[in-house]
């Protein structure tokens, strides 16, 4: 079972920029789809970006060009940089991993997930 702490929420002002990071232990991230999902009060949790063991990216529309994820596979860590924040990006903020090459902008499939971190964005 793979265990994530997620850091880097704060409060920044519209316009701003955030990165977050999610740190990883328990296996080798390499073999594991990624992604980041958030959720904001009284609304679903959603799928923001994943990031699958080759690299490619999958972002949602109301993010792309805007926020761009990554991974360090050897330093087991996800990171979201995040750009251009508006007040609509206040969410708590989630990574989660999947074993294999399936990283959909959705849930289930994954399979380990952190605590989250709060963004929140100031107009």
């Known amino acids: 079972q793979v265990q994530l702490v997620e850091s880097g929420g704060d409060s920044v002002q519209a316009g701003g920029s955030l990165r977050l990071s999610c740190a990883a232990s328990?296996?080798?991230?390499?073999?594991?789809?990624m992604a980041w999902f958030r959720q904001a009060p009284g609304k679903q949790r959603d799928g923001v970006a994943s990031?699958?063991?080759?690299?490619?990216?999958s972002y949602d529309d109301s993010v792309k060009g805007r926020f761009t994820i990554s991974r360090d596979n050897a330093k087991n860590t996800l990171s979201l940089q995040m750009n251009s924040l508006k007040p609509e990006d206040t969410a708590i903020y989630y990574c989660a991993t999947r074993r294999g090459g399936y990283c959909p902008l959705i849930d289930p499939p994954y399979r380990s997930w952190g605590q989250g971190t709060q963004v929140t964005v100031s107009s």
């Open positions: 990031i699958d063991i080759r690299g490619r990216t």
């Open positions: 328990g296996d080798i991230l390499a073999d594991y789809c």
